[in-house]
């Protein structure tokens, strides 16, 4: 159960905007000024430059800010916990060009040796066709892509802890020429990190209220390992399929009405389900179907009560859940586990699915392919209207 709340905070993030909304004037307070103390402040390009800025447009991504300047490519990224300050900035440069500014992390591009604490960006560097870059990963265990899996075996990226306690001593041994990791992930070993004189990248694209707008980042990805091109050319067809499957399901929703969807389960005492805010609660309008929490507005998901959840979501049409256990989730364990879920209508009816989170590329594509997830979500909501995609996520629960 451990691993899979892990597993769920580090890449859905819906779950995860409730436990960093939290946190975050903590992180506020803390994180940023020891990002600005190692030259990630609040200061602004100088004076003279400002009208040479071409700004790269940036279609649904809201907190990060890409600008082509003379010295190279600025990009700003904004604290996700408060939008009105700066969590980030960055230049970009080639070659041996050395630019000290205050409040400004200098990165020297294409990295060519980085660490990275997700395995989600490990695998769109891969995808990208950059993976001999990267030296090292954490939650290695996470990992799907056979790619990286052989590398890592094979000793050429090195296993380098929890994103959580990383081996600082493991990752400074490798002489990266940057480290990727979430905010969030700022904790333990960070101090050291901070003051090791490696640019550490901000990626808070978790963060991001939109689907597409968490694929966009990685348009930035790119950029950092000279693959810009490459990386603008993938966002555009996961941008192109996305908004076609988009049109599509809208299309069969008004032929055969709106399923209503109810998604995952109980941990603990607490129950999480996705808003009109959240991520997914946009990919289940976005598909065709209907949310029993829509009008909680908030953003990210909201936990409430079993008991709420199964009196407003007890007519769910389609029950999806995400789960990470040695053995395939069937109907009579969850009968087992809470004999209330019973009661819900997709559960009499069969209409229940599981996706094992461990066996399956769900938060990965989720992060960087939405469309893949949309695709099989309009499927399972609309299946005489709806192609039935190659690349599947859940299967029947038994």
Known sequence: ????????????????????????????????????????????????????????????????????????????????????????????????????????????????????????????????????????????????????????????????????????????????????????????????LRTSGIPLVMAADYMESTP??????????????????????????TEKEYIETRNEAHAAAKGDGQPRILFDRIYGHEWSVPTSGSVMGIMIKDAGGSNPFELLGQRGSAQLSPERVLHSGSSADIWLIRYNQAQELTLQELSKENEAYTRIKAFRNGDVYGSDTMETNIFEDGAFHPQRILAEMAYLFHPTRMKEPEQRYYHKLK
């Open 1 to 192: 159960m451990a691993s899979e709340i892990q597993c769920w905070q580090r890449s859905d993030g819906d779950s995860l905007q409730y436990e960093m909304t939290k946190l975050g004037q903590f992180i506020t307070l803390m994180i940023v000024p020891l990002l600005a103390a190692c030259g990630s402040g609040q200061s602004s390009p100088k004076e003279s430059e400002k009208n040479s800025l071409k700004e790269i447009s940036i279609r649904h991504a809201k907190l990060i800010r890409m600008e082509e300047s003379e010295q190279g490519l600025r990009v700003t990224i904004k604290n996700p916990w408060d939008t009105t300050k700066i969590l980030s900035r960055y230049l970009l440069v080639e070659d041996e060009k050395r630019v000290n500014e205050k409040g400004t992390v200098t990165i020297q591009i294409p990295l060519r040796r980085s660490v990275l604490f997700s395995g989600v960006h490990a695998s769109l560097l891969s995808e990208l066709g950059i993976d001999n870059e990267i030296l090292g990963i954490c939650d290695t265990q996470y990992l799907h892509d056979t790619i990286l899996g052989k590398r890592i075996r094979e000793g050429l990226i090195k296993d380098c802890g929890s994103s959580m306690q990383p081996i600082v001593e493991k990752i400074l041994s490798l002489k990266p020429d940057g480290i990727i990791l979430s905010p969030y992930e700022d904790g333990s070993g960070g101090a050291t």
């Open 212 to 237: 597409l707008g968490r694929a966009e980042w990685m348009r930035f990805y790119g950029r950092l390992f000279g693959a810009g091109d490459k990386a603008d050319s993938l966002f555009a067809q």
